[in-house]
């Protein structure tokens, strides 16, 4: 069984981790800045540049690799894994170009790929970019220490203390939660870090979990050669339009993998730390595998960051504000960005988020209200009612906003539209005998979009527009005018425009 990558490159990386008593600028106290940030992943990347650019002084704080989960274990090695995997699939579905796909992946190939993604697990790229924007950095264990306070602690055991004139921004992100079953921890499971940085196929693979991390590596392992077996306790992707996940479990059904929903995991054993793995289900049945991953959700990082030193919770959620101000704490100082506010477990969301704050921390230590700027009103507030989602499985799932279920439980008098994607020509030119299907959620009483879903081969670029008219709050009447270009699958628009326009007809006329 494999290792996480932390471990097998920390003595290499080490020697480019930028000491504390190194950084520029820094006492041998450690300094005063205007703001500290804590996790140095694209969150707190995104924050830091934010509040360098209002002229304020910045101390980052990273116990691990500077660019963070996102970069070394998640969406950069999932998404550089899965496209050899998504382009094979999709030649495959083009006559002329299947008959030259003869053999299986080069798994060493694809590995290797991933491994340039990633530098090899060396962060020394991105610690440059740090330091590059005015950044001091520091490599250490970062922990609150009472009010605008953190102690960092090396590895080494030394001890230093930043104080923040104005915020602490706290971007420490999540990590895998795995469930209370007997043996799961001699059992040793993958989590999402294993099933990114490893670099042997298991003959045999058992997911367990069927939200977006569970099916892209259902996705990916399954093309890559193993035998995937896939547990889920309700449809898969359940937070999306019903249809998403359908289509991904007949995608994935007809690659081969064996997807089994309504099966729970009641125990796991592993005697021999070298041999297979055992599962034992709620339906009495047992599976033997090389390997199990679990994909059941994830836990904040917040139980080791002092959050008791402010009155705070350890290991919680932080509640925040529309500028991510951690709710509960006096003195406007404390931000929770990206996972540890719960709000959207997603990077992009997390980036936007912390410019966002990054804004508003800049505003608030220069004394000026928070909607005054050349972006407009409310441009230091995040937004949370048009939230992106792409999961890139076979076919991909993408979703904005609402799903008709929660559009009608908000209160939202709502109408769907439905169509097939081969409605559009591009769809048929893009794949032969192309699969997938789109979901308009309509405001009746304000003629705008409170969601779309897309499920189809290449819908993850179709998303952003969708996006664009689900923030934006663009009329139906006003999207019409949208021209799609003829023969691409984004045409789906204009069929969904006016489909919604001829039931809008019927509805008036009946």
């Not at 694209?42 to 704080?61: H, K, Y």
């Not at 504000?321 to 959207?344: K, M, P, Q």
């Not at 410019?355 to 949370?384: E, Q, V």
């Amino acid at each position: 069984m494999s290792e996480p990558n932390t471990e097998r490159n920390a003595e290499r990386n080490a020697e480019a981790h930028t000491a504390p008593s190194e950084a520029p600028g820094a006492t041998e106290d450690g300094g005063t800045y205007d703001v500290i940030v804590l996790g140095a992943g694209p969150v707190g990347q995104n924050v830091a540049d934010r509040a360098r650019a209002a002229g304020l002084s910045v101390a980052v704080v990273e116990r691990e690799l500077v660019g963070g989960e996102c970069s070394y274990w998640a969406c950069v090695p999932s998404k550089a894994l899965l496209r050899p995997v998504l382009v094979v699939a999709d030649a495959r579905r083009v006559d002329g170009a299947r008959q030259a796909v003869t053999g299986r992946l080069d798994d060493a190939a694809v590995f290797a790929r991933r491994n340039r993604y990633v530098t090899d697990w060396d962060d020394s790229g991105q610690a440059l970019w740090v330091k590059s924007i005015g950044a001091d950095l520091f490599r250490g264990h970062g922990r609150l220490d009472g009010p605008r306070r953190v102690t960092v602690t090396r590895d080494d055991g030394a001890r230093q203390t930043l104080v923040a004139r104005h915020a602490v921004a706290l971007a420490t992100g999540s990590r895998p939660a795995l469930p209370a079953v007997p043996g799961i921890e001699e059992a040793r499971p993958w989590t999402n870090r294993h099933a990114t940085d490893s670099s042997t196929v298991p003959g045999r693979l058992v997911v367990v979990g069927g939200g977006g991390v569970g099916v892209e590596m259902a996705t990916l392992w399954q093309g890559l050669g193993s035998r995937v077996t896939l547990l889920a306790r309700r449809r898969l992707l359940p937070r999306m339009e019903a249809f998403a996940g359908e289509l991904v479990t007949q995608g994935l059904t007809e690659a081969g993998a064996d997807v089994r929903i309504g099966v729970q995991v009641t125990a796991v054993r592993r005697p021999d730390p070298d041999g297979p793995v055992t599962l034992t289900l709620d339906d009495g049945g047992e599976l033997e595998a090389d390997e199990v991953l679990f994909a059941t959700g994830r836990t904040p990082g917040t139980d080791d960051i002092g959050l008791e030193t402010v009155g705070l919770t350890p290991g919680s959620w932080l509640d925040v504000d529309t500028t991510c101000l951690v709710d509960g704490v006096e003195g406007a100082w404390l931000y929770g960005l990206g996972d540890v506010n719960h709000r959207a477990l997603l990077t992009h969301q997390g980036k936007y988020q912390a410019r966002t704050a990054g804004d508003a921390i800049g505003a608030r230590a220069a004394g000026r209200p928070l909607d005054d700027g050349d972006w407009g009103d409310h441009a230091t507030t995040a937004d949370r009612h048009a939230v992106p989602q792409v999961f890139f499985t076979d076919p991909e799932a993408g979703a904005v906003g609402l799903t008709a279920e929660q559009a009608a439980a908000a209160g939202h008098r709502v109408e769907t539209v439905d169509l097939d994607l081969n409605a559009a020509q591009g769809a048929n030119l893009y794949a032969d005998g192309y699969t997938g299907h789109a979901r308009l959620v309509v405001d009746v009483d304000r003629d705008v979009l409170l969601g779309v879903t897309m499920v189809g081969s290449g819908v993850s670029e179709l998303l952003h527009a969708a996006t664009v008219a689900v923030a934006g709050e663009v009329p139906l009447k006003r999207l019409r005018h949208a021209v799609a270009p003829f023969p691409t699958i984004s045409e789906i628009w204009v069929f969904l425009v006016a489909a919604y326009r001829r039931q809008r007809e019927q509805t008036d006329a009946g």
